[in-house]
């Protein structure tokens, strides 16, 4: 790679010369009326446009179901001249599955994914599969109609889940490359192919109209379609135009079950959990030690449960208009497809964390006492900061066994005076908005007998914007719970002796307010205990959060192609069959902007006073009572009378202006809490709009391709032939990237407060308690207390203003590939194939905007031990604190792309009715980008040479796949009577894959363990995301001249969802699943009456994580989709 300065026209200039081009080509027919259109000697070449539809019926949509897709499916895989693998629409308007990336993950190798593959947090899965993994491999190209395709969300493949099925006539899974293909898809490429005027010999016009029942959600869901087409002669040549209209809502629903790995606690004299205080106090860490081993258990507490609705409105347009005459064909589409999802997210939560998180015991404890562990993590994840870096990972032997269920509970009153462990009610309200527009002119010209010239042209435009609001509520009880994934368990209890205290309001020892003569002395206001989980006086407003994302992309590209036909040759050179040239430009821009989550107190305890919901002067309006009842479909997962719990309303949480304005009219939160909303109507609290100038990025990315190929064949005795390709790409890539080298700043030095503090001081640091009177600092240790009073460069280092930058790199490749067909006979054949490929990085990650944040070590006085001396336990600030590494965050535009040298071997058997094919392949990867730490180098401040490093995407990796695939068809047209009306469609995957386990991140203080918790990778996974070791799927079909039947089951084993969950700090992995599908269509004339269901066996989607050494497995989570039944009508002219 290198790095140069480049000049390129404008925008506007650009345009008008691409313009110009297809102007000039589309005004060439004159010259090209003069010539003979004579059929090719052989199908590599294209055929003559004149007789192509009236020579063969292959082009034309004859409505005959799935026997007639499989078939034309079946024709493609063996004319393909590399590793093809199709499906087709049976129908027009209808693929046979409720999504394309459903469908697509019927083809061998092909695996459809609902959680991120990108190694990111899988506890959100999607309602409709949103990708596809070929053979493993998360590195697909997307294509409509061979042409670039992408969503403008920083990545570079098409979401599928966007892509309404009735534009689509077909699908090809390119697995190997050819010079010709356009790059970009070492694991694949998916090409979706609309339907074309020409495609049918007849006018056409076909409107669907199905409803979809969403079983969990208890809603249907409208979609519709019309497809209509015409053609006709003139005397210019024959006109055909094809227009299409869809629009599809989904209602859906998820609900997700999670629970905490064990963790190391030691059972009391009467086997119980005690209750021992913080994680960062010293007896919960010294309770270990001279602990009996096999008294030391693992405990299971932490739990969520999360109902999430998703409401999902898709509009899709779409035009095709086609001309040709005996020479030339001229095409042009335009495709817009609107998608907008509005979900609403509810989560009942509490999960042990590093701070504080596990001042809880645990009672009436059932023990497998059979489970034990080499060694089980300190603590679970990153949910706080360790007293000494490293102290999370410090792993303690377990012998006494495995918590099955017990009973939580918490005498922890803190701030709040309430009694149990504080239960998290989260709401969350996103809205995501996406619009892909595509605009493309092809042309086709036969030139002479043996010149073919193909012309094409495209304008891409997409955009897409994200909101999210969170909502944060609190409750306290005690509970017991059960974890399970298939018959979880979680029953809550309010304690007696619970309640709040807000405002100053104090409570003496028997829990009642303080008193004199009978009346409340100190100010507040009294909270009755809770009587339900569901009463707005037992849960207080903690927290709100926003979020904003935006991206807007376009892509312009030219492409020509020129075949010339060399067959007919003598000796050796009559092997030689065509020769293909060819060359393409394009260019692609993007601009994104994301801020990070946006958190902020509302009304917390610490505060002074926090929102009780009972409290506000409207709580109806903000809060309401939401029922887990029916979780899991009724299954009992919540036990007793406390199944409806408090949470923000639904209503201000999916409308953001409602959302502000509640909060900033409320007289309970008129001077609590900190969280300024970045989406005001006047600004923000950055003053200059939702983005700050580091959040964007500017990135133009131009590619200019060459590529030549030399086709060859040649016949031997019988019916055995050979025939392949050879050929070489040129592929050079400028990346010009744009944005902001930002520094953040250290938060502000904390003031010491007045002994009484009260509204107005929180943001402050006692020296005496306000309610005893007790000393809590010394009164110089504000002096001492922070990095300003230390080191004056690193703090004016944090505060530099933002630095804007901008790099231009080039990066040039060759890309060389052989493909051949060795034909034993007309029905058997070997195929071959090899190619060098390249996957660009995304394109988010590519940004030039960056965030520098200096780290700091403080260094503490040693603790005073004897508890009569007057500083026994109070802050005496601090013996220095000090700056200790710079750490860069977001984009890396210096990523290379990630190559692949990939080989397949087949063999292929078709005969009538069906075929047979068993392939191998083998891929070794390089370059792969995972997120990881990259040193930068040094800079001194304050006397103290300090690392520079950055953390996220880098090329770190290698990775080798290998494998085989087994794909079998055939309808049984041999069997006697209806049976010949049956078919089966079968495959099977075997992938091996292995990769470099990441490395842990930087350890600037040499302890041996990482300086950032969340770069600690546990147990040296070597897996490759999203890759199963099998996959298999098997169809039965039935259909006769009324009757078409389908059931369909997809199974695929394990695999890696992430190297290290957020919240449990382990690497988690999806369990085996396997999924029943069934549909059925009745076809009357021309009326077609249909239905399908998806999800049959009800198949949840299970997790587990890898928590010790050893490789032992915990289970993680389990998600339930809806069950769906389709139900609609199809009528045709």
């Known amino acids: 790679m290198k790095m140069q300065v480049l000049a390129y026209p404008s925008r506007s200039a650009r345009r008008l010369l691409m313009a110009t081009s297809a102007l000039t080509l589309a005004l060439t027919p004159a010259a090209a009326f003069a ?9 590599k070449v294209p055929t003559p446009l004149a ?8 082009g034309e949509i004859v409505v005959t179901g799935i026997r007639a897709a499989l078939e034309s499916a079946k024709e493609i895989k063996r004319r393909s001249s590399t590793f093809v693998d199709s499906i087709t629409a049976s129908d027009i308007a209808t ?66 889940s966007s892509i309404p099925p009735e534009l689509v006539g077909g699908v090809d899974v390119y697995k190997n490359q050819s010079a010709d293909l356009i790059e970009g898809g070492i694991g694949g490429t998916i090409n979706l192919r609309t339907l074309e005027p020409f495609d049918s010999k007849k006018d056409l016009f076909v409107v669907a109209f199905d409803g979809t029942f969403s079983d969990l959600r208890e809603k249907w869901s409208p979609q519709g379609s019309i497809t209509a087409g015409k053609r006709w002669k003139t005397g210019i040549g024959e006109i055909g135009i094809l227009g299409s209209y869809s629009r599809s809502r989904l209602d859906s629903r998820i609900n997700g079950w999670q629970q905490s790995p064990p963790i190391p606690r030691v059972l009391d004299a009467n086997g119980n959990v005690p209750e021992t205080g913080n994680f960062n106090d010293d007896n919960r860490t010294n309770e270990f030690i001279g602990a009996d081993p096999s008294r030391i258990v693992g405990i299971t507490p932490g739990f969520q449960l999360r109902n999430t609705d998703f409401d999902r409105d898709r509009i899709s347009y779409y035009g095709a208009v086609q001309w040709r005459n005996d020479s030339l064909q001229a095409t042009f589409k335009y495709i817009r497809v609107e998608t907008k999802i509005n979900s609403t997210e509810r989560t009942l939560e509490w999960f042990p964390d590093h701070n504080g998180g596990v001042q809880i015991g645990v009672q009436n404890m059932q023990l497998n006492k059979n489970w034990g562990s080499s060694g089980l993590p300190m ?42 462990r504080d239960i998290g009610m989260l709401g969350v309200g996103k809205q995501e908005e996406a619009t892909t527009e595509d605009f493309s002119l092809n042309l086709k010209w036969t030139a002479s007998e043996r010149l073919f010239v193909t012309v094409d042209g495209q304008y891409t435009k997409a955009d897409a914007r994200q909101r999210q609001i969170w909502g944060g509520m609190n409750s306290y009880f005690n509970y017991s719970v059960k974890p399970d994934l298939d018959h979880p368990r979680v029953e809550f209890f309010i304690d007696p002796t619970h309640r709040f205290n807000p405002g100053n309001t104090r409570f003496t020892g028997d829990r009642d307010p303080v ?99 009972g409290t506000f002067q409207n709580p109806n309006k903000g809060f309401e009572a939401v029922s887990f009842k029916d979780f899991f479909r009724g ?48 600004g923000t609290r950055f003053g200059q709009g939702i983005y700050r100038p580091e959040d964007t990025s500017d990135i133009t990315e131009r590619t200019k391709n060459a590529y030549v190929r030399v086709d060859f064949k040649h016949d031997f005795d019988g019916d055995m032939s050979i025939d392949g390709n050879i050929g070489v790409r040129y592929v050079r890539t400028e990346l010009q990237s744009s944005g902001f080298q930002a520094f953040r700043p250290f938060n502000p030095d904390l003031p010491s407060c ?28 504000e002096s001492r207390d922070d990095i300003r009073d230390f080191a004056p460069q690193a703090v004016a280092y944090a505060e530099q203003a933002a630095i804007p930058t901008t790099l231009n790199l080039v990066d040039e490749r060759w890309l060389p590939s052989f493909n051949m067909k060795f034909n034993l006979n007309r029905e058997m054949l070997f195929r071959f194939g090899y190619s060098k490929g390249l996957s660009r990085p995304n394109v988010q990650d590519l940004r030039a905007s960056q965030e520098y944040v200096v780290t700091t070590t403080t260094t503490r006085y040693d603790q005073i031990t004897d508890r009569n001396d007057p500083l026994f336990g109070v802050d005496r600030g601090a013996q220095d604190v000090s700056a200790s590494e710079i750490r860069v965050s977001r984009g890396n535009p210096f990523l290379k792309p990630t190559t692949a040298d990939s080989f397949d071997l087949s063999y292929e058997w078709y005969f009538k009715g069906g075929y047979l094919s068993v392939a191998g392949f083998y891929k070794s990867l390089s370059n792969i980008i995972t997120n990881g730490d990259l040193s930068l180098g040094t800079t001194t401040l304050d006397g103290k040479t300090l690392n520079i490093v950055y953390n996220g995407a880098v090329n770190q990796a290698k990775a080798k796949v290998k494998g085989v695939e087994v794909g079998y068809q055939q309808f049984f047209d041999f069997l006697p009577g209806p049976l010949k009306h049956l078919g089966v469609q079968a495959n099977y995957t075997f992938i091996d894959a292995t990769t470099t386990p990441p490395g842990n991140g930087a350890d600037a203080n040499g302890d041996g363990v990482p300086d950032d918790v969340t770069q600690v990778f546990r147990w040296g996974v070597s897996d490759l995301l999203g890759q199963s070791k099998h996959i298999a799927n098997a169809v039965a079909i039935y259909q006769d001249k009324v009757v078409e039947a389908r059931l369909a089951y997809n199974w695929r084993s394990s695999y890696l969802l992430t190297y290290r969950d957020y919240v449990t700090g382990n690497p988690i992995f999806a369990e085996d699943a396997g999924f029943l599908d069934a549909s059925l269509k009745f076809n009357i004339g021309n009326l077609q009456i249909r ?17 010790d050494t050893d490789g032992q497995k915990y289970d993680r989570f389990s998600f339930l989709n809806d069950r769906r039944i389709v139900v609609g009508a199809l009528f045709r002219i």
């Open 35 to 43: 010539q003979t259109a004579i059929t090719p000697p052989n199908e």
């Open 51 to 58: 007789n192509a539809q009236d020579a063969t019926p292959e």
């Open 95 to 160: 693929l046979p599955d409720l999504s394309v990336a459903e469908a697509i993950g019927r083809i061998p190798g092909v695996t459809i994914s609902r959680f991120p593959t990108n190694g990111g947090s899988p506890d959100f899965p999607s309602p409709e599969g949103r990708g596809n993994l070929v053979r493993g491999l998360g590195f697909v190209r997307s294509e409509f109609n061979g042409r670039d395709a992408f969503s403008a969300n920083g990545g570079r493949s098409l979401d599928f």
């Open 379 to 420: 603590c679970s994840g990153p949910g706080g900061r360790p007293v000494a870096p490293g102290d999370c990972e410090t792993l303690y032997p377990v012998q006494g066994g495995l918590m099955e269920s017990g009973l939580v509970t918490s005498n922890n009153d803190s701030w709040t005076g309430a009694r149990g």
């Open 515 to 613: 008193t004199t003569d009978g009346v409340i002395t100190t100010p507040g206001i009294f909270i009755p205990t809770p009587t339900s989980s569901s009463d707005f006086n037992g849960a207080n407003f903690q927290f709100a959060a926003d979020q904003f994302q935006n991206g807007e992309g376009d892509l312009y590209s030219l492409r020509g192609d020129l075949s010339y036909d060399v067959s007919g040759a003598d000796g050796l050179a009559g092997w030689f069959d065509s020769v293909k040239f060819g060359a393409r430009f394009a260019e692609r821009s993007q601009v994104n902007s994301e801020m990070a989550l946006n958190w902020g107190a509302i009304a917390p305890a610490w505060a002074g006073g926090y929102g009780i919901a």
């Open 635 to 682: 299954d009992g997962v919540i036990q007793g009378s406390n199944t409806d719990f408090v949470f923000v309303n639904q209503n201000i949480l999916n409308d953001y202006s409602a959302f502000r304005k509640y909060i900033a009219s409320e007289p309970q939160l008129a001077t609590l809490g900190s969280w300024v909303p970045r989406g005001t109507d006047n």
């Open 754 to 781: 007045s002994l009484t503090g009260g509204p107005g001081q929180q943001n402050c640091q006692y020296t005496f308690d306000p309610d005893t009177g007790k000393r809590l600092r010394t009164d110089d240790a």
């Open 1091 to 1107: 239905g399908s269901i998806a999800n049959i066996l009800d198949t949840k989607s299970k997790a587990y994580g890898i928590i």
